[in-house]
């Protein structure tokens, strides 16, 4: 069965550094999401993509975010300067229906 | 905007017995999803239950959209239920918004 996969599985920076996740989706699906949750709290939607542009975005996704779909499989996310704060699992997800399909996260830890 | 309200917030199980758990959304809802988060933190999908009842083994949901709320039952539990559940609701295809969750543990 087709699944979205996510790399590293577990990431740890430096304050200031600049991180990149990837995530490669479903591959005939057309819509992808970031999603993030910080330890011990809900999921919160970040920013949804389609068409090669956002379709919408969250507070929380400021200028110090970007997503990009650089080829036809990998979308991936930037935190440009990660803060204290960015500490938490990142989720990727795609559709092509209206049912999301979830990676297994990329759980990053900003010292 | 969308709100998702699930109950109760924690659970504890003896194995072998039966729970619902509960989902409430608000009217701009017309997808939604339940997921159980693994003690890895993975993201399972459970179901996609806009309307209407699904089975999958032990677990079943139901959702009656014109009363915007969502049931998940699990039968004859097993310790390897524990984790959190999510239900998460959304409209046109759009973001999913995440209930708090439901933390739910098994004790042998």
């Known amino acids: 069965e087709p699944e979205v996969t996510q790399t590293p599985s577990h990431q740890v920076t430096q304050m200031g550094q600049e991180v990149i996740l990837r995530c490669v989706p479903i591959?005939?699906?057309?819509?992808f999401y970031w999603y993030r949750q910080i330890l011990g709290q809900k999921v919160e939607f970040l920013v949804s993509?389609?068409?090669?542009?956002?379709?919408?975005k969250s507070e929380i996704f400021d200028d110090q975010f970007s997503v990009e779909r650089p080829d036809g499989s990998n979308f991936t996310l930037k935190i440009r300067s990660t803060k204290l704060e960015d500490s938490a699992m990142y989720f990727c997800?795609?559709?092509?229906?209206?049912?999301?399909?979830f990676g297994p996260g990329t759980r990053l830890t900003v010292t | 905007g969308i709100q998702v309200e699930q109950s109760p917030p924690d659970l504890i199980l003896q194995e072998g017995a039966n729970s619902t758990l509960r989902c409430n959304f608000s009217?701009?809802?017309?997808?939604l999803q339940w997921f159980h988060q693994n003690p890895w933190g993975q993201l399972i999908n459970l179901f996609y239950i806009p309307s209407g009842t699904k089975q999958n083994g032990r677990l079943s949901a139901t959702t009656v959209a014109t009363e915007r709320y969502s049931l998940l039952y699990i039968s004859s539990s097993q310790t390897t239920d524990s984790g959190v559940y999510f239900c998460?609701?959304?409209?046109?295809?759009?973001?999913?918004?995440f209930g708090q969750g439901t933390e739910l543990s098994v004790k042998p």
């Open positions: 998460a609701g959304g409209n046109q295809g759009g973001k999913l918004i």
């Open positions: 997800a795609s559709r092509i229906s209206y049912e999301q399909y």
């Open positions: 009217d701009s809802v017309n997808n």
């Open positions: 993509f389609y068409n090669n542009e956002i379709s919408e």
């Open positions: 591959s005939n699906h057309l819509y």
